[in-house]
């Protein structure tokens, strides 16, 4: 099994998506226990002390302004577990939870939180044991960390509240602990409030949503490339130096992805019919480069802020190589926020230029001769008619998940986090999105080959024609009379989903952006 070694340094994109789609173990670096160690010596001298230091010896957030004496602080930092774990509605991803735990023992780890190894340690068992706290849909606003979500996995750790065992089944946690021969962490000072305050729930959601839309920019450059060919449109526009001229990044790698699919095609530049000469091809088909590549410039901008966000250590207060604990607003969630919004903004984009290419492959007068709706026999047969209403009602929803919630903020703990930044509720929309995305590509995916393979006497590229094969091979049925469609568009969204596309191109056209 995999291995993931976490250290004072923060860790990486695919370390994220190792441990929570991979299970990898995790191990911490004697490194990170030293700083550990370091840290905690800090916040125990300042225990001591008879002057209040905030999430040490004092109340959090609005309370903060009362000084807990030391025979108290133990039950202190139990409560704020008990009463921030306060999530509601349904049960959040497993993958979501191990990514959220792993980035919270990511900031522990880096030794300015003061938690006790042991503590640290208890993290790592947890997460190599199988054991995945329960966590609610609702509960975090983006500031002062993802609290609730948090709360619940510190709740785990203490014994307590519900968990999903190894096998799927949720129990009380204390079972699966006692079980796992792991002992249930007795918080000390500061310790509670460190397991609650970080970015870690939409960060993680933020990394593997750019995991999942890199696989998907990638093969929506497939499906336009293979609309093009289907509509017998023209390859010209995607010449590398029309593209140089404007030099965005992604907009010229998405034109290289799209020729390099058309390379040898038999149907493109059948554009100047007798009847009907065709100068330009529409919108939808013309500037999907430009569209794709424009998303594909806001994952780079997401990414640089992800990987910012993975290198740093987020809590308050924090414990300072000096020795100095700090209280600060790192906690708040602004940074990853936006470009979670941006990436649904971007996404619902390019999910609504693939409906538009699908739409004209099923009407037969901007189709350039394909039969109406790619069916069988038109009027008997409806073909992919009520597909593309899936598709737009889809699309439709990606509109209004496109709406930002950076831009609002509800003030809460009587005023004092009066500037929030819902984040977490950004990350939870766009996995949405992203999901919507995936069955959008696939119906056009699944109009497109069928639409080439309506093209009698004309050959595809080498490359299509692998994609049709795989496809086909996948589940995804070819042309012909009418059948229950829903089989037909999930294998078409399983197919996509698992990468099937791209992988049966890209030994046609070497490796794909």
Request: hydrophobic share 45%; glycine share 10%.
């Amino acid at each position: 099994m995999h291995t993931v070694v976490v250290g004072t340094s923060g860790t990486t994109a695919e370390d994220v998506i190792a441990v929570a789609r991979g299970n990898a173990r995790i191990e911490l670096s004697a490194e990170a226990l030293e700083a550990l160690a370091r840290a905690r010596e800090i916040v125990d001298a300042l225990a001591a002390k008879p002057e209040p230091v905030y999430g040490v010896s004092t109340g959090f957030g609005a309370l903060a302004s009362r000084h807990i004496s030391p025979e108290l602080r133990a039950q202190l930092q139990r409560n704020i577990v008990r009463s921030h774990a306060a999530g509601m509605g349904p049960r959040v991803e497993r993958e979501v939870v191990r990514a959220l735990m792993f980035l919270r023992l990511k900031t522990v780890a880096s030794g300015h939180t003061g938690v006790r190894p042991s503590v640290a340690q208890t993290m790592a068992d947890v997460l190599n044991a199988g054991i995945t706290p329960v966590v609610h849909e609702y509960g975090s606003l983006g500031c002062s960390g993802d609290l609730a979500p948090l709360s619940h996995c510190a709740l785990a750790l203490m014994g307590e509240g519900d968990a999903e065992g190894p096998d799927g089944t949720v129990r009380p946690a204390g079972e699966l602990l006692a079980e796992a021969g792991i002992e249930p962490v007795v918080l000390r000072e500061k310790e509670g409030l460190a397991l609650l305050n970080g970015t870690d729930g939409m960060l993680g959601m933020l990394v593997m949503a750019l995991a999942d839309l890199g696989r998907l920019y990638t093969s929506a450059d497939i499906t336009a490339a293979l609309t093009l060919e289907a509509l017998l449109g023209t390859e010209k526009v995607l010449q590398p130096e029309l593209h140089a001229i404007r030099p965005h990044p992604g907009q010229g790698a998405s034109a290289a992805n799209m020729a390099a699919v058309l390379e040898g095609s038999g149907l493109v530049r059948h554009y100047q019919e007798e009847t009907a000469p065709r100068v330009q091809d529409a919108y939808s088909v013309r500037c999907a480069p430009q569209v794709a590549g424009a998303g594909r410039d806001t994952m780079a901008h997401a990414a640089l802020v992800a990987s910012r966000e993975l290198a740093a250590a987020v809590d308050n207060p924090v414990v300072l190589p000096d020795g100095r604990v700090e209280s600060n607003g790192n906690f708040h969630g602004a940074p990853v926020a936006y470009v979670l919004d941006f990436l649904a903004i971007a996404a619902a984009d390019l999910g609504s230029i693939a409906e538009r290419r699908t739409d004209r492959l099923l009407d037969k007068n901007r189709s350039h001769g394909l039969p109406p709706f790619l069916a069988d026999d038109a009027g008997v047969d409806s073909g992919l008619m009520i597909a593309q209403y899936t598709q737009a009602a889809l699309v439709s929803e990606m509109k209004r998940l496109a709406v930002p919630a950076s831009a609002d903020s509800i003030p809460s703990s009587a005023m004092q986090e009066d500037h929030v930044s819902m984040g977490w509720s950004a990350a939870r929309k766009l996995r949405t999105a992203v999901d919507n995305l995936t069955r959008i590509i696939a119906i056009e995916m699944y109009a497109a080959t069928r639409a080439i393979e309506l093209r009698h006497g004309l050959t595809p590229a080498p490359a299509s024609q692998a994609a049709i094969a795989a496809a086909r091979a996948a589940g995804v049925q070819g042309p012909g009379p009418d059948r229950f469609l829903a089989p037909d568009l999930a294998a078409a969204d399983a197919f996509v989903r698992s990468g099937g596309l791209v992988a049966a191109v890209e030994p046609v056209t070497g490796p794909l952006a």
